[in-house]
């Protein structure tokens, strides 16, 4: 039998009904809050650069291909398509889709109203899944080669600023070689993601409409966007991607094109990592604490162990099993309540945020089975490191001034 387990042991049952007992149950409320804050903290903050990531990305693709001039203004030069490097880059481990694109500004006017926009012309090879979940009416577009189509995608803030519905007519104009030339649409699909900044620009067509517009044959794009199955491995990617294209085409990722959306969403990683020193300071304090107050506590059994023959290692081993017990005890109420106010929140989404300051109607909340794991031995391993001091308090005390001690 573990002795130091044992005596352990006992002392918990013995302190069910005295001061020491208060101090456990303050210290496992205190530890079972700072993990939940941690766990909750990283999860609202990965699943907000999630979310936000991901429509940034469903407008333009994680990589792009194209001329040199491509990002640096609305329309831009086009390319030819290349089978030949487009099935390189299918072949890169991790690449999801590869598909053409072309943008061209243009006016919007009804009866009382003109709004500017840009049409974002897709082939029958563009991903819908991104539209898919941000569609609240109608449906997305059916494009093949054999016969062009005249409906379009709009987003819900230009129907209402508009004043338009599904299937009504839009009225589009576009000025080419200083002449202006008139489109009309029909609204199929109607989406919203939030992102204004996207939400009151883009809307989707067939790109032949473009190519027809600019006067460029249906080889010619203005570029390649491509999506890959893991955000992390993005910069990875991309040098592939690159190396493959040639030195006549251009390649940027989205964290590029969009510089200013990617740097403020890293920004939010400082205050996680602010909330997490903090919170483990506390709960390193906490840990000193009470085991002084336990030692304290128990001074008189330490002198009577220690003239009944126990070394001190062996004491010092009683009060951190005692310890452990608090800590797991702490971690198994903390993970708990995290994880079933994370699952409430990803199933209910009762947190609500402002969406034109948050580009979310709700806090977005992603529980990574990693990040919890290591959270969790990060707490463990810096409250053992922070029981070694008081530890040795034990060390000091004699057991004649010990059996005295009142």
């Known amino acids: 039998m573990n002795l130091e387990y044992f005596i352990a042991k006992r ?48 407008f333009g693709g994680h990589i792009q291909i194209g001329n040199f001039d491509l990002n640096k203004s609305i329309e831009s030069l086009p390319i030819e398509k290349n089978l030949l490097l487009e099935n390189k880059i299918r072949q890169i481990k991790g690449v ?49 080669a054999e016969q062009k189509s005249d409906k379009v995608i709009i987003s819900k803030f230009l129907s209402d600023k508009l004043n338009l519905k599904l299937n009504d007519k839009l009225k589009t104009y576009f000025i080419e070689d200083e002449n202006l030339r008139g489109r009309a649409f029909f609204i199929a699909g109607i989406y919203e993601t939030g992102l204004e900044e996207f939400d009151k620009k883009i809307i989707f067509s067939d790109i032949s ?22 955000f992390d491995k993005l910069d990875e990617i991309a040098k592939e991607v690159y190396n493959v294209t040639g030195y006549n085409l251009n390649t940027n990722t989205i964290k590029e094109i969009h510089p200013e959306i990617f740097d403020w969403l890293s920004l939010t990683d400082m205050n996680v990592i602010v909330i997490i020193i903090i919170i483990s300071m506390i709960s390193s304090v906490t840990m ?33 099993y005692n310890a452990l017990y608090i800590i797991s005890k702490g971690m198994i109420i903390g993970n708990s309540i995290a994880l079933l106010i994370g699952i409430i929140q990803i199933k209910f989404g009762i947190f609500k945020l402002d969406e034109t300051s948050y580009y979310l109607k709700t806090i977005p909340v992603n529980l990574n089975l990693w990040h919890i794991l290591l959270i969790n031995t990060g707490t463990i391993i810096l409250c053992i490191i922070a029981l070694m001091v008081p530890s040795y308090i034990i060390s000091k005390i004699t057991p004649i001034k010990a059996i005295r001690y009142k």
């Open 96 to 144: 999801k889709n590869i598909q053409v694109f072309a943008n061209k500004a243009g006016m919007i006017k009804t009866d009382n109203q003109i709004q500017g926009f840009i049409l974002k012309g897709v082939d029958k090879d563009y991903d819908w899944d991104f539209i898919k979940t941000n569609l609240i009416e109608g449906n997305i577009l059916q494009i093949n």
């Open 288 to 320: 000193i604490s009470i085991l002084l107050i336990l030692i304290l506590d128990k001074t008189n059994l330490i002198g009577l162990l220690k003239a009944m023959g126990l070394i001190n290692s062996s004491i010092r081993k009683i009060f951190i």
């Open 11 to 58: 002392f918990l049952n013995k302190n069910k009904k005295n001061f020491s007992e208060s101090i456990i149950k303050v210290s496992i409320a205190g530890i079972a809050l700072g993990i939940s804050v941690m766990i909750l903290s990283v999860a609202v903050v990965t699943g907000f650069k999630q979310k936000i990531s991901e429509k940034v990305i469903g």
């Open 209 to 230: 409409h473009i190519q027809k517009l600019n006067k460029w044959n249906k080889q010619s794009v203005e570029g390649y966007e491509v999506l890959i199955n893991d």
